[in-house]
């Protein structure tokens, strides 16, 4: 197919001169049939924050932001700037958030970006307002799994909604949803959250707080670490675990594209750049890589587990044939074990899921012991203070 019927794939930046150039070379190969047509990301830290902490995101200064987003439009490649926290406190309703608000959106309609990605829906009308020539998505943080949220955030302006990923596999709701509304819509390929996953709010809140400046000198706390190690137990406690997360193969994007899906995004705005050039290689070329494949091929990191991607042909007949019960739990249904028994094993240098579980135990230990921890740190200091000093004799007349 042409260039006009190629599929369609948001990549993300991580401020790298040569990035674009890569993304350049890729279309090149492979924009026949599919192409990166937008790069998204954001400032690592801002009053306004994003879907990732801080902590995980390369952090470059104001002025190389605006730089990056102008290359990419000389380079014909559209711009999201990405103001999707889950929760801005409240400023965006503000008088001194809205000012400031009105000058980022003005940087950033000059520099040539596209489009931002928003969660507040008070943000995205107000995004309308001040800047008309900006389009507005709605990020996967709004959690569309409905029509009716579709029609919602379609009344506020937004034309494209990235859905939530715990449809990735709801094939007849896909279909549903696609029927209901003409909006743009998108699914992220490479999520390894786990579908129905009972921290995505909590986790997705956290990431806002913590890609807000903090004040100097405050305390950071364990709530974070906290909620990154119960993520990385679930993820690792047993295989099956790998097909019960939201990634998709890139053989089975035509099935998404066949349901109506018109857009996927690439996550990775915290991995190096020579390892998203290859993820998002994968993608284009829709196929996986041979043999048993390290899980973070798909989406960075390091996991315990490798999956055969390319003998899993036919796992998703089923969803795709019959109501999506998932979220009822498994039951007697064995679908996702019996397949995890043929195409999951382990990593070859060691038990590393066991490892993962067990050092992820005790971050989560820790971080419910935070406050008694520091005391007994802070007491032991003084001890070792006191005892450096001597005793303190008392002062005679």
């Known amino acids: 197919m042409g260039a ?63 730089r990056w987003i102008r290359a990419a439009r000389r380079r014909g ?77 379609a009344s506020l302006g937004a034309d494209r909604v990235t859905l939530d990923i715990d449809v990735t596999r709801n094939f007849p709701l896909l279909r549903a949803l696609r029927a209901s509304s003409g909006l743009e819509l998108g699914l992220i390929v490479n999520s390894l959250c786990q579908l129905g996953c009972p921290l995505k709010a909590h986790h ?26 119960r993520c990385m137990i679930q993820n690792h406690e047993d295989r099956v675990r790998v097909l ?19 857009h996927f995004k690439i996550q990775g705005r915290g991995a190096r750049p020579e390892n998203l050039l290859k993820t998002v290689e994968m993608y284009l070329r829709g196929e996986s890589p041979p043999g048993a494949v390290p899980l973070a091929a798909f989406a960075g990191g390091r996991t315990g587990f490798r999956v055969k991607a390319r003998a899993m042909t036919g796992f998703l007949d089923r969803f795709m044939r019959t109501p999506y019960r998932c979220q009822e739990g498994c039951g007697s249904c064995r679908h996702c074990h019996d397949w995890a028994e043929r195409v999951v094993t382990e990593e070859e240098d060691g038990d590393v899921a066991r490892q993962v579980v067990d050092g992820a135990r005790t971050m989560a230990a820790a971080a419910v012991d935070y406050q008694a921890r520091i005391d007994a ?6 001890t070792k203070l006191q005892t450096k000093r001597g005793p303190v004799r008392a002062r005679t007349g």
């Open 4 to 66: 006009a019927g190629a599929r369609r794939f948001s990549a993300p930046c991580v401020w790298d001169s040569g990035l674009l150039e890569g993304y350049e070379r890729l279309n090149e190969r492979y924009g026949d049939r599919a192409r990166v047509v937008e790069v998204y990301g954001s400032h690592a830290s801002s009053r306004f924050g994003s879907g990732r902490a801080a902590m995980v995101l390369p952090r470059v200064g104001d002025a190389a932001v605006f």
């Open 77 to 153: 490649f559209a711009f999201s700037y990405l103001l999707n926290a889950a929760c801005l406190g409240g400023d965006e309703g503000t008088y001194a958030g809205q000012r400031e608000l009105r000058a980022l959106l003005g940087r950033l309609a000059d520099a040539g970006a596209e489009r931002v990605t928003v969660t507040s829906p008070l943000l995205m009308e107000f995004v309308r307002a001040c800047e008309p020539g900006l389009k507005v998505g709605a990020s996967v943080i709004c959690y569309v799994d409905s029509a009716r949220k579709l029609e919602f955030f």
């Open 204 to 229: 997705y809140n956290l990431n806002a707080h913590f890609s807000q400046p903090q004040e100097a000198g405050a305390d950071a706390g364990s709530a974070l670490s906290h909620v990154g190690a």
């Open 244 to 262: 019960m997360s939201a990634w998709i193969r890139p053989e089975d994007l035509d099935l998404y594209a066949q349901t109506g899906i018109d």
């Open 377 to 382: 740190l802070a007491a032991g200091v003084a």
